[in-house]
């Protein structure tokens, strides 16, 4: 069965500096796909971002990124000029193969932004 | 677009009674819905996966008997709490996947604002 692993309950950053959250998985498929979701307090799941596993590229979204590493099963999201507004639960999340249907979400990581 | 209106967004009800939980897909077709259960400061957890015409799939713990998933239109799927208990009071969220594939989406899939349980 594929995890999804978020070993950060809790990060916290300057405005407008940069943070990055962790997130790990395990699988054993060659076809998935890999997102960010954000939480914010109203509860509202928003995509920030989703990378495709056959792409080596990594995704980019305005002041977010990822760093998706295959071989590591790592997919860390960077956050640049951080905002008040990011202030969130952030979910990473695997689902299999394009056609697949259940996302698997990690246990998420609370952003908390300093002003 | 794609979105996914859910309601009612918040409710309260007297343990015992049963509560019905509604989304609706406003500009797109929904042959797939998922339902979720979340604890404050906790994950999503999937309950059940709905597709239109067809029974819901449970996940393994969830009682079939308790929550009861129609899927009966390719725009609607509720949820109905039976019996409510002050243990099922939750945030519930809905989610539909994407039939046609979107721009920087692809099947991708919206979520429902939730729906915040009270069990008294």
């Given at each position: 069965a594929q995890t999804v692993t978020q070993s950060q309950p809790e990060m916290s950053v300057q405005e407008a500096e940069t943070v990055t959250l962790s997130c790990t998985y395990d699988t054993s498929e060659s076809d998935y796909y890999l997102f960010w979701y954000k939480q914010p307090p109203s509860r509202q799941m928003i995509l920030v971002i989703r990378q495709e596993a056959y792409k080596q590229q990594n995704a980019t979204e305005n002041r977010f990124s990822v760093n998706f590493q295959k071989a590591a099963k790592s997919f860390s999201l960077k956050i640049s000029d951080?905002?008040?507004?990011?202030?969130a639960m952030y979910f990473c999340a695997y689902r299999r193969g394009?056609?697949?249907n259940k996302l698997v979400f990690g246990a998420g990581t609370i952003l908390r932004v300093k002003s | 677009g794609a979105v996914v209106s859910q309601h009612p967004s918040r409710v309260i009800c007297k343990s015992g009674t049963s509560v019905k939980i509604e989304c609706r897909s406003l500009d797109f077709q929904a042959t797939t819905m998922f339902w979720y259960r979340q604890f404050p400061k906790q994950s999503l957890m999937l309950m059940a996966t709905s597709n239109e015409g067809s029974k819901a799939t449970y996940e393994q713990g969830v009682e079939k008997d308790k929550f009861l998933i129609n899927?009966?239109?390719?725009?609607l799927s509720t949820l109905t709490v039976t019996?409510?208990?002050?243990?099922?009071s939750s945030f519930y969220i809905c989610s539909a996947r994407l039939v046609l594939p979107r721009p920087g989406q692809g099947y991708g899939y919206t979520f429902g604002s939730g729906t915040r349980l009270t069990v008294v």
């Open positions: 951080s905002q008040l507004g990011d202030a394009e056609y697949g | 899927h009966a239109s390719l725009t019996s409510a208990h002050p243990e099922d």
